[in-house]
């Protein structure tokens, strides 16, 4: 039981960690809250059952167990409730951003056609002036 709870644990930890580095490595909110809540949801699971084998049959592993059942609904739910909340916000991805992505080539189209509409009115308003 010792060893199954020490295996528990570690894969937590593990998973705990990996979900870190997906937060710092990704490139934009989505891809980052998608690394930080599965990875979330997975490890507490792992830890906390971990803990509830090193327990036993008492109080702690009942009281375990609600903490369990808690995190279990409430960390899916708050992630999708800011997925929803940034998508609501307009937030986009990093691909928007990126150089040489179809939305930023518009971009920079729809720029150098206002700069272009831009000089040729500086030109008509250059003979008033």
């Given at each position: 039981m010792t060893v199954l709870s020490?295996?528990?644990l570690a894969l937590g930890c593990f998973f705990m960690l990996s979900g870190a580095v997906g937060l710092l490595r990704f490139p934009d909110f989505y891809t980052r809250m998608h690394a930080a809540g599965m990875t979330d949801t997975l490890a507490t699971f792992l830890v906390v059952g971990g803990l509830m084998l090193l327990a036993g049959w008492s109080l702690a592993l009942f009281k375990l167990g609600l903490?369990?059942?808690?995190?279990?609904f409430t960390s899916p739910t708050a992630s999708h409730s800011l997925a929803r909340a940034a998508q609501h916000s307009e937030l986009r991805l990093a691909?928007?951003?990126?150089?040489?992505s179809r939305e930023s080539r518009e971009t920079e189209t729809r720029s150098m056609a206002a700069a272009e509409t831009e000089v040729e009115t500086d030109t008509v308003n250059v003979d008033r002036a």
């Open positions: 020490g295996l528990a903490i369990l059942l808690f995190i279990f691909d928007a951003q990126r150089p040489g």
